[in-house]
């Protein structure tokens, strides 16, 4: 479990595939103590650390993850967003993340609005029933609210801490992301259907 607010900016260091398995090593935050088997958000997706070397942390993909998140375009020097997972004495500062990303977005467009910037992302419609207004949303593993919503798109407002310390910054019109609706939304919605 996490929150979606990001600790630390990092990077792909390798990527390698070996028996449908994609084996990522990820650059160790200075600072950072890391075990193996602890779990890790990387850009939004809980990622079990395998083996850990003296400057980097390496986490394995089986093929589910692969078609379902952004991971197939991970190569060297791509910046990464970071969470540890949660603790139970740790402050809830975003909502309740768990790390299984639904679906991947597409950025359809960015506007500057004086220093934040608004962002607008397509996702497939079946998903639009779990994002609100004003709810929240996480995309890359950062947990936003939600400004707007559309058929198949919502829109979310970056401030300048956002832009500065995560991956959202650097986003292009264009590029995907990994996008996980809200847990309680998936429950309400699941009741309801029944």
């Given at each position: ?23 990522v ?18 850009d ?9 070397f ?6 394995e ?15 060297e020097?791509?910046?990464?967003n ?30 500057k ?82």
């Amino acid at each position: 479990m996490f929150t979606g607010i990001i600790k630390k900016l990092s990077v792909i260091e390798k990527v390698s595939q070996k028996n449908g398995s994609l084996f990522v090593s990820v650059k160790i935050p200075a600072g950072w103590k890391i075990q193996k088997g602890e779990s890790i958000a990387i850009d939004g997706i809980c990622s079990t650390v395998k083996d850990i070397f003296k400057n980097n942390f390496v986490v394995e993909y089986m093929p589910e993850t692969i078609k379902k998140t952004t991971v197939g375009n991970f190569t060297e020097e791509v910046p990464v967003n970071l969470e540890k997972s949660l603790k139970l004495n740790d402050m809830l500062d975003g909502h309740l993340v768990q790390g299984h990303v639904d679906t991947t977005g597409k950025i359809m467009e960015i506007k500057k609005v004086q220093e934040s910037k608004v962002i607008k992302i397509k996702i497939p419609a079946k998903f639009m029933r779990l994002v609100a207004d004003k709810g929240s949303v996480t995309v890359n593993g950062t947990s936003l609210t939600v400004v707007s919503t559309g058929k198949d798109w919502f829109s979310v407002s970056l401030v300048g801490y956002t832009l500065d310390n995560t991956n959202l910054g650097m986003l292009k019109v264009g590029d995907r992301t990994n996008v996980e609706t809200d847990v309680l939304a998936k429950y309400i919605d699941k009741l309801l259907r029944k």
